[in-house]
């Protein structure tokens, strides 16, 4: 420090302070002093750091710096000279008593002083800027912050107030240091449309065109601070670009099959679930194979992908072939009337190759996941939910399905009731969808049904095995059921048959389609609808109005049933 300050500075010094706005007054008061460079007579600015009263550090501002200039526009002093890295300003803070103690924290000295012009007197400055925001690490950066001086002062502070440039390096410096302090008392400044910093709102840009706000600017500045986001807390500013879709687009439904009945029941869209849930031969696995294929059919643009966890339908090649047939409506079988010629095979499984991909781990042949998963757990939810993820991450599904949860080797805990662990899995896989923004298919028995007369009655989600969770936590919950039983003609009960003997099953029976739950009105609506399942066109459902019933009659010297329709268009999606 010069021994004696002069109480003025040079007319050079004072023209540039007015541009900023700023008075002398204000600096000379934190000590802020003008030299002369020797050799070039610039005028430099030098900005004291003190810890107390002792000088512990100088910060020097060339005023004549122009861009291009070889020499540095700042510069502090090297450590070697035993400097020490703090806030500036920080020997001027002091809190009277019953105040709340509030510091402004600045990422520049120009806004530092602009906020000690208005009357806000505990404001700081960073001493070196703000840091790159693609920095890969910050080892140095915030040495200051975490200095033990300043850690001990601010320890007692109840608010930061930060006051840095609204561009993404001031953003990054904001939120670091909100960090280090603690975001819970920490708050940042919001600027008027096209202002930058403090300075620029109380003195003005001519270039940018921005006029001179003033106090008045820079207290309505103070009035509108922002807290930091907290994980898990979201406000409207946080997803201010799904609100612009929702101005937009209004609630956008998902994707559906092209069947407008079954459309206007349920779409698909990431980040959701669906259950499924019928009794035994309802038509829940052959349902929501076909729908899927319809799907990734339907919706060829997207190239849609699945994953499928389906060991009721084993081995593999089963699955594989069952979704070629549903898919060219033909047997995969060689030799029937209406089976796949070698062409159509091969082009549907090189099709199937890339949208489908069944995750069926064994004993011999299953990935341990960097030794996370052992030979006894392949089958664990946990160990389904790490195929999916690479799946995720190396094929971009759209969703995946699971078929059945009963197959799943669950891990209870002892001491917990069924229905809490259940709870607790749909809580994960909820999770699960909303992070790897997929949607899931999960297949799930309901628990032994009554009968009404020689049919099952339909069951509910509530009717699902452990968990009334079932239902609770579904964004789509469909129910497939099928009234199979028939009573035969009275003419044609004989008078000693028995009660089995006058009933018969009717292949032609509808299946009934319901949406029990849907949790968003975008994605459907509860209803139902009556389907017909065509099983000569590989599992295919029709809507049961619309397709004539098919009586199933073996020809003469072969096992196969007869050909499907030839006026029935066939759409290949290859």
């Given at each position: 420090?010069?021994?004696?300050?002069?109480?003025?500075?040079?007319?050079?010094?004072?023209?540039?302070?007015?541009?900023?706005?700023?008075?002398?007054?204000?600096?000379?008061?934190?000590?802020?002093?003008?030299?002369?460079?020797?050799?070039?007579?610039?005028?430099?600015?030098?900005?004291?750091?003190?810890?107390?009263?002792?000088?512990?550090?100088?910060?020097?501002?060339?005023?004549r710096w122009k861009l291009g200039a070889d020499s540095p526009k700042w510069w502090q002093m090297r450590k070697d000279f035993g400097?020490?890295?703090?806030?500036?300003?920080?020997?001027?803070?002091?809190?009277?008593?019953?105040?709340?103690?509030?510091?402004?924290?600045?990422?520049?000295?120009?806004?530092?002083?602009?906020?000690?012009?208005?009357?806000?007197?505990?404001?700081?400055?960073?001493?070196?800027?703000?840091?790159?925001?693609?920095?890969?690490?910050?080892?140095?950066?915030?040495?200051?912050?975490?200095?033990?001086?300043?850690?001990?002062?601010?320890?007692?502070?109840?608010?930061?107030?930060?006051?840095?440039?609204?561009?993404?390096?001031?953003?990054?410096?904001?939120?670091?240091?909100?960090?280090?302090?603690?975001?819970?008392?920490?708050?940042?400044?919001?600027?008027?449309?096209?202002?930058?910093?403090?300075?620029?709102?109380?003195?003005?840009?001519?270039?940018?065109?921005?006029?001179?706000?003033?106090?008045?600017?820079?207290?309505?500045?103070?009035?509108?601070?922002?807290?930091?986001?907290?994980?898990?807390?979201?406000?409207?500013?946080?997803?201010?670009?799904?609100?612009?879709?929702?101005?937009?687009?209004?609630?956008?439904?998902?994707?559906?099959?092209?069947?407008?009945?079954?459309?206007?029941?349920?779409?698909?869209?990431?980040?959701?679930?669906?259950?499924?849930?019928?009794?035994?031969?309802?038509?829940?696995?052959?349902?929501?194979?076909?729908?899927?294929?319809?799907?990734?059919?339907?919706?060829?643009?997207?190239?849609?992908?699945?994953?499928?966890?389906?060991?009721?339908?084993?081995?593999?090649?089963?699955?594989?072939?069952?979704?070629?047939?549903?898919?060219?409506?033909?047997?995969?079988?060689?030799?029937?009337?209406?089976?796949?010629?070698?062409?159509?095979?091969?082009?549907?499984?090189?099709?199937?190759?890339?949208?489908?991909?069944?995750?069926?781990?064994?004993?011999?042949?299953?990935?341990?996941?960097?030794?996370?998963?052992?030979?006894?757990?392949?089958?664990?939810?946990?160990?389904?939910?790490?195929?999916?993820?690479?799946?995720?991450?190396?094929?971009?599904?759209?969703?995946?399905?699971?078929?059945?949860?009963?197959?799943?080797?669950?891990?209870?805990?002892?001491?917990?009731?069924?229905?809490?662990?259940?709870?607790?899995?749909?809580?994960?896989?909820?999770?699960?969808?909303?992070?790897?923004?997929?949607?899931?298919?999960?297949?799930?028995?309901?628990?032994?049904?009554?009968?009404?007369?020689?049919?099952?009655?339909?069951?509910?989600?509530?009717?699902?095995?452990?968990?009334?969770?079932?239902?609770?936590?579904?964004?789509?919950?469909?129910?497939?059921?099928?009234?199979?039983?028939?009573?035969?003609?009275?003419?044609?009960?004989?008078?000693?048959?028995?009660?089995?003997?006058?009933?018969?099953?009717?292949?032609?029976?509808?299946?009934?389609?319901?949406?029990?739950?849907?949790?968003?009105e975008e994605v459907g609506v509860m209803d139902r609808v009556k389907l017909i399942m065509d099983s000569k066109r590989g599992g295919?459902?029709?809507?049961?109005?619309?397709?004539?019933?098919?009586?199933?009659?073996?020809?003469?010297?072969?096992?196969?049933?007869?050909?499907?329709?030839?006026?029935?268009?066939?759409?290949?999606?290859?």
């Amino acid at each position: 420090m010069p021994k004696q300050i002069v109480e003025a500075y040079s007319m050079e010094v004072r023209d540039y302070l007015k541009r900023r706005g700023l008075d002398q007054s204000i600096l000379l008061k934190e000590k802020i002093y003008e030299y002369t460079m020797r050799g070039s007579g610039k005028p430099i600015m030098g900005f004291p750091f003190y810890i107390n009263q002792t000088l512990v550090n100088v910060k020097y501002f060339d005023v004549r710096w122009k861009l291009g200039a070889d020499s540095p526009k700042w510069w502090q002093m090297r450590k070697d000279f035993g400097t020490r890295s703090i806030f500036l300003g920080m020997q001027s803070l002091s809190f009277d008593e019953g105040e709340k103690k509030e510091v402004i924290i600045t990422e520049g000295e120009w806004d530092y002083l602009t906020w000690k012009q208005c009357g806000y007197k505990n404001a700081v400055s960073v001493p070196q800027g703000a840091p790159a925001p693609n920095a890969k690490n910050f080892d140095h950066e915030f040495d200051y912050a975490n200095d033990k001086y300043v850690q001990s002062f601010f320890a007692d502070v109840e608010s930061i107030i930060f006051s840095t440039d609204g561009d993404a390096p001031g953003k990054a410096l904001r939120n670091q240091l909100a960090l280090i302090f603690g975001k819970e008392r920490c708050k940042y400044i919001n600027y008027p449309g096209g202002y930058k910093d403090a300075n620029e709102v109380f003195a003005g840009d001519e270039k940018k065109g921005l006029k001179a706000l003033g106090k008045e600017g820079v207290e309505e500045c103070y009035k509108n601070i922002s807290s930091f986001p907290i994980a898990g807390v979201i406000k409207p500013s946080d997803c201010r670009e799904d609100l612009e879709l929702i101005k937009k687009n209004g609630f956008i439904p998902g994707i559906g099959i092209g069947m407008p009945e079954i459309d206007r029941l349920f779409t698909l869209k990431p980040k959701q679930i669906t259950f499924v849930t019928g009794v035994p031969s309802a038509g829940k696995s052959t349902f929501v194979r076909w729908y899927v294929t319809e799907l990734i059919r339907h919706n060829s643009a997207l190239n849609l992908k699945f994953g499928m966890f389906t060991p009721e339908n084993r081995p593999v090649a089963r699955e594989y072939a069952k979704i070629a047939e549903v898919m060219t409506g033909q047997y995969y079988r060689e030799g029937w009337k209406n089976s796949m010629n070698d062409s159509l095979r091969d082009k549907t499984m090189r099709f199937i190759e890339k949208h489908f991909f069944v995750v069926s781990p064994d004993r011999k042949n299953y990935e341990s996941w960097n030794g996370t998963v052992s030979s006894d757990r392949i089958n664990t939810l946990d160990s389904i939910l790490k195929y999916l993820v690479h799946l995720k991450k190396t094929e971009n599904i759209f969703g995946f399905v699971i078929d059945a949860w009963n197959k799943i080797e669950h891990e209870q805990p002892r001491n917990m009731t069924e229905s809490t662990f259940i709870s607790q899995q749909l809580d994960y896989l909820i999770n699960f969808c909303d992070l790897w923004d997929v949607h899931g298919i999960i297949i799930v028995h309901p628990r032994k049904i009554e009968q009404q007369g020689a049919n099952y009655k339909m069951p509910s989600l509530y009717d699902i095995k452990g968990s009334s969770a079932w239902k609770e936590k579904a964004d789509i919950g469909i129910v497939l059921h099928r009234y199979m039983n028939k009573r035969k003609k009275a003419q044609d009960i004989p008078e000693d048959a028995d009660e089995d003997d006058k009933y018969y099953v009717d292949p032609d029976t509808p299946t009934v389609l319901r949406t029990e739950k849907i949790r968003f009105e975008e994605v459907g609506v509860m209803d139902r609808v009556k389907l017909i399942m065509d099983s000569k066109r590989g599992g295919r459902f029709f809507l049961f109005e619309e397709k004539k019933k098919v009586k199933y009659e073996p020809i003469e010297g072969k096992i196969s049933p007869p050909e499907p329709e030839e006026d029935e268009e066939e759409i290949l999606p290859f």
